[in-house]
C-alpha cells in the first residue's frame, strides 16, 4: 500500500486550540466556540430539540465557503 496517506489533517499539535465541539476542527473566533454558523445551528437544534438536529457529517467541510464578513448578522 503506497497510495496517499492521510497526513493533511489540520490536527496536528494544537492541543490546546479549543476545538469545535460538533466537527472537532478549530474553531473560528467568529463562531465560537463553533468553527462555523452550520455547526453552530447544529449545536443549537441540539438544545432545541435533538429529535431533528441537522444531519452534518463530521467529514464533510463545511467552512472555508463563508468567507464574507458580516453576511449573517
Ligand atoms: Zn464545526
Do not use: Q
Amino acid at each position: 500500500m503506497t497510495g496517499p496517506a492521510n497526513d493533511n489533517k489540520p490536527e496536528r499539535t494544537e492541543a490546546r486550540v479549543a476545538r469545535c465541539p460538533i466537527c472537532t476542527k478549530p474553531f473560528d473566533t467568529k463562531y465560537r466556540p463553533f468553527c462555523s454558523k452550520h455547526c453552530a445551528d447544529v449545536d443549537l437544534a441540539r438544545w432545541l430539540g435533538g429529535r431533528y438536529a441537522v444531519p452534518v457529517r463530521p467529514e464533510e467541510d463545511e467552512d472555508g465557503m463563508a468567507t464574507g464578513e458580516g453576511e449573517e448578522r
